[in-house]
């Protein structure tokens, strides 16, 4: 290893935690840490942890002899390609669509700072070295504490006008007056039912739980364990998606749909039910998609993002 080897860094930005890795074009991840988001310090606290983190790998770089040629952040939320800041970002990050990221951590850094959202870089990564190499029409979604999309076409994510594109989590699927709200805002919204923390509010309210901020495992343990109202949350929420993922696939027909985040432990408890429905739901003959995890599990939005700054700097 040496100064001949391409390196970048790639920051994945989320709620609670934040995955660096100083990562090689070849998308083998050399340095990898994380580090929790100090999201309730306000967004300078998020700004310094980020440079923070990418500071200390550009030190590991220098160890081997590598000069680091950008930084990559992926973050949650809307991101306007050229704006630099992400325009729109859900009650996880509070005040983070103030921060104008890529000059606030250039300036800070002294390399070239790209932003993205993080499931687009998730399809970045996925695309160049995981679930979706050689495929042509993918869609990905990140399924954990909320839910989040991207729609790629022979490796290239499809930006939208205004970067939105793939923003499934926000696609209307009850527009009754009491459906529950949305991290966003808005009521009735896919991820107010089927993200982690929605599928645990449901799960408290059926029950009327005194029990406080029960986390998903807490619920997936109870179904297994032959609690009925956990197990029919659980299978409702895959119902649902898959109701969702079969309309998706009736505007897109992909060829696969790629699944990151946390939902993908629940296992038999909800993903057979996900299949069925989506299988219902699909109206072209045969055109159920292939539905796989993502190979570079938690790394694909790290190595997507830092793909996109080598790309940026080519
Ligand atoms: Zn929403």
């Given at each position: 290893m040496g100064a001949d080897r391409r390196v970048a860094i790639g920051l994945d930005l989320g709620g609670s935690k934040i995955a660096a890795g100083l990562v090689a074009?070849?998308?083998?991840?050399?340095e990898h840490s994380v580090r929790g988001t100090p999201a309730a310090e306000g967004p300078i606290a998020v700004l310094d942890a980020l440079v923070s983190a990418a500071v200390n790998l550009i030190d590991a770089a220098r160890l081997i002899g590598a000069a680091v040629e950008g930084v990559g952040v992926a973050s949650a939320g809307i991101v306007n390609p050229g704006s630099g800041r992400v325009a729109a970002v859900t009650?996880?990050?509070?005040?983070?669509?103030?921060?104008p990221v890529v000059s606030r951590l250039s300036a800070s850094v002294g390399i070239p700072v790209v932003l993205i959202n993080d499931v687009h870089a998730m399809a970045i990564g996925e695309g160049a070295f995981g679930a979706g190499r050689d495929v042509s029409d993918v869609l990905y979604l990140a399924v954990g504490t909320g839910i989040g999309g991207a729609i790629a076409r022979d490796g290239v994510v499809l930006e939208g006008s205004h970067g939105?594109?793939?923003?499934?989590?926000?696609?209307?699927v009850d527009i009754a007056a009491t459906a529950p709200l949305c991290g966003c805002g808005?009521?009735?919204?896919?991820e107010a039912y089927v993200s982690g923390p929605s599928l645990a509010r449901t799960y408290e309210e059926r029950v009327d739980s005194a029990d406080v901020n029960l986390d998903l495992r807490t619920i997936a343990d109870r179904a297994s364990s032959g609690d009925a109202d956990a197990a029919s949350v659980l299978s409702q929420g895959g119902t649902l998606l898959g109701r969702v993922i079969g309309g998706l696939t009736n505007l897109l027909d992909p060829d696969l749909v790629v699944f990151g985040g946390?939902?993908?432990?629940l296992g038999p408890l909800f993903w057979p039910f996900f299949e069925d429905a989506l299988g219902e739901e699909v109206r072209a003959p045969n055109a159920v998609p292939r539905c796989e995890p993502a190979?570079?599990?938690?790394e694909a939005a790290l190595v997507g993002a830092a793909m996109l700054a080598l790309r940026s700097s080519d």
């Open positions: 074009a070849d998308g083998v991840v050399i009650d996880a990050l509070p005040g983070w669509s103030e921060i939105a594109a793939g923003d499934v989590g926000h696609v209307v808005r009521r009735g919204h896919l946390g939902l993908l432990a190979l570079l599990g938690n």
